[in-house]
T-cell receptor, first 114, second 114 residues
Framework: GAGVSQTPSNKVTEKGKYVELRCDPISGHTALYWYRQSLGQGPEFLIYFQGTGAADDSGLPNDRFFAVRPEGSVSTLKIQRTERGDSAVYLC????????????FGPGTRLTVT | AQKVTQAQTEISVVEKEDVTLDCVYETRDTTYYLFWYKQPPSGELVFLIRRNSFDEQNEISGRYSWNFQKSTSSFNFTITASQVVDSAVYFCALGESGTYKYIFGTGTRLKVLA
């Protein structure tokens, strides 16, 4: 079946602009996670959704970052007033349900802020 | 604090050699979950294994094997008879109970030379 998909694959934006990154999880997966991976580092947790609600947003770096999942499937990560330090690969993962299930990752969106 | 340490930044081996990737974790939880993922040059994280803290049985899958030792808080990964296709960055991750978000190590880059 189809895996996790993310669009766009690459996004270049100017400092101060607003961006939206989209994640389409595996069908039937109720848990959805966003991570951010900087060059040479492991992914870092941003936010977790169980269904439509954000169950844990403790990893969001500041209030410029926001994410939604209005219908419990597709999720959008939104970044306002982008800064050069936001440049990274943003990864989305989904898992079957809340629980110790393995997470399946999408290919990521490479965000570059110039 | 929850933490995963992968002390080996980069390892190079010649094809057919065995190689072990180290992973040491810290957690206050009594129930936790450990994972290994592979990130090939294409960038997409590929799930390899999940281990529950209450199951210390070692596991073998083809050329891959995992050694979980709670006494030393380690979850090491061995590739037997390495192949060029094994070249990738390998991440160890700790799944936090409750949200099951991952805490990743910094990864080990494995280069297998022909």
């Amino acid at each position: 079946g189809a895996g996790v998909s993310q669009t766009p694959s690459n996004k270049v934006t100017e400092k101060g602009k607003y961006v939206e990154l989209r994640c389409d999880p595996i069908s039937g997966h109720t848990a959805l996670y966003w991570y951010r991976q900087s060059l040479g580092q492991g992914p870092e947790f941003l936010i977790y959704f169980q269904g439509t609600g954000a169950a844990d947003d403790s990893g969001l770096p500041n209030d410029r970052f926001f994410a939604v999942r209005p219908e419990g499937s597709v999720s959008t990560l939104k970044i306002q007033r982008t800064e050069r330090g936001d440049s990274a690969v943003y990864l989305c993962a989904s898992s079957l349900s809340r629980g110790p299930y393995e997470q399946y990752f999408g290919p990521g969106t490479r965000l570059t802020v110039t | 604090a929850q933490k995963v340490t992968q002390a080996q930044t980069e390892i190079s081996v010649v094809e057919k050699e065995d190689v072990t990737l180290d992973c040491v974790y810290e957690t206050r939880d009594t129930t936790y979950y450990l994972f290994w993922y592979k990130q090939p040059p294409s960038g997409e994280l590929v799930f390899l294994i999940r281990r529950n803290s209450f199951d210390e049985q070692n596991e073998i899958s083809g050329r891959y094997s995992w050694n979980f030792q709670k006494s030393t808080s380690s979850f090491n990964f061995t590739i037997t008879a390495s192949q060029v296709v094994d070249s990738a960055v390998y991440f160890c991750a700790l799944g936090e109970s409750g949200t099951y978000k991952y805490i990743f190590g910094t990864g080990t880059r494995l280069k297998v030379l022909a």
